[in-house]
């Protein structure tokens, strides 16, 4: 048409995603709000609700979409059963995952396609709190011909919740809070050290009640990232419906004992998101 030229506007991104932002009309599906709520786990492409503790694959989309870019390399290190890879392969990203458990390494090994596997997938085996992992990371890194990750990835045990494993290195297992936090704050150092500077993390935790006292270790764990470096970027409350597999009969249980005790029904968790400083 007359006047009007042919070329598309250039796009307009930050150094840490791909989202193009004379387009940012366009992007319904990611979240800019504080509230996340989820009816349902996605699943299909590579995920299966499998694993008790398990995070939804929707958050790592958001995550993913929001603060990485295509090839980019995502360090998750509390892999658990690979939600964090499984997402990566889909959404293009590269990654490296840490898990304590051998036997939950060989199983995400198994879903993961072969071409990628080694590749542009890695997974370590190894206590994400030891200084040896950053030094295997550090070894995976340069096979990937990079120096640092573009995103980090936190889910740890919330405490004593689900024990995941007899291991004493397993955060699970920590005998008191004040252990857990120390433990998970080792962890957060080693990813802070593994993360390139302007970058992002998130951080996706949930409270516990003990002896009838609510422990916040969402926010412990946020002071304890805020102490290795971290600065908070924000505070998310995601419902934990879409991580259930229904509490059934028993859900009038809870809601007596709770009328009884005073207390209220865990129906949300944290997805913190944080930054490294330039
Ligand atoms: C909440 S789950 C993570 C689930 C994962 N996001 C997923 O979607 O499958 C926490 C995981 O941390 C692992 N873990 C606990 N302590 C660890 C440690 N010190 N180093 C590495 N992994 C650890 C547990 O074995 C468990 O698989």
């Given at each position: 048409m007359g006047g009007m030229s042919d070329d598309p506007k250039p796009q307009k991104q930050k150094p840490?995603?791909?989202?193009?932002l004379n387009r940012?009309?366009?992007?319904?599906?990611?979240?800019?709000?504080?509230l996340w709520l989820y009816n349902n786990r996605a699943s299909g492409d590579g995920h299966r609700?499998?694993?008790?503790g398990n995070y939804i694959p929707q958050l790592a989309t958001q995550l993913f979409t929001r603060y990485s870019k295509k090839d980019e390399i995502v360090l998750d290190?509390?892999?658990?059963?690979g939600t964090s890879a499984i997402e990566a392969v889909r959404l293009d990203r590269r990654c490296i995952g840490v898990e304590l458990k051998p036997e939950l390494v060989a199983y995400v090994r198994s879903k993961i396609d072969s071409r990628q596997l080694d590749n542009r997938i890695h997974l370590l085996q190894g206590n994400?709190?030891?200084?040896a992992v950053v030094e295997s990371v550090q070894h995976t890194l340069r096979l990937m011909?990079?120096?640092?990750?573009q995103l980090l990835i936190l889910h740890p045990p919330?405490?004593?919740?689900?024990?995941?494993?007899?291991?004493?290195?397993?955060?699970?297992?920590?005998?008191?809070t004040e252990a857990f936090l120390d433990g998970f704050q080792a962890v957060a150092k080693n990813g802070y050290d593994l993360l390139a500077p302007g970058r992002f993390a998130a951080l996706i935790i949930g409270d516990k009640y003990a002896k009838g006292e609510l422990i916040p270790l969402g926010f412990w764990c946020m002071e304890r990232m805020n102490r290795v470096g971290f600065k908070t970027k924000a505070i998310i409350v995601k419902n934990i419906e879409g991580n259930e597999k229904g509490k059934g009969k028993d859900a009038n249980l809870w809601r007596y004992r709770a009328l009884a005790g005073g207390y209220y029904i865990f129906k949300h968790e944290y997805v913190i998101i944080f930054f490294k400083p330039r």
């Open positions: 840490w995603s791909d989202i193009d940012w009309r366009d992007y319904d599906e990611i979240k800019t709000d504080s609700l499998d694993y008790h290190l509390f892999l658990g059963s994400s709190a030891e200084p011909q990079a120096e640092l990750a919330y405490a004593d919740i689900i024990r995941f494993s007899d291991n004493t290195d397993d955060l699970s297992n920590a005998t008191t």
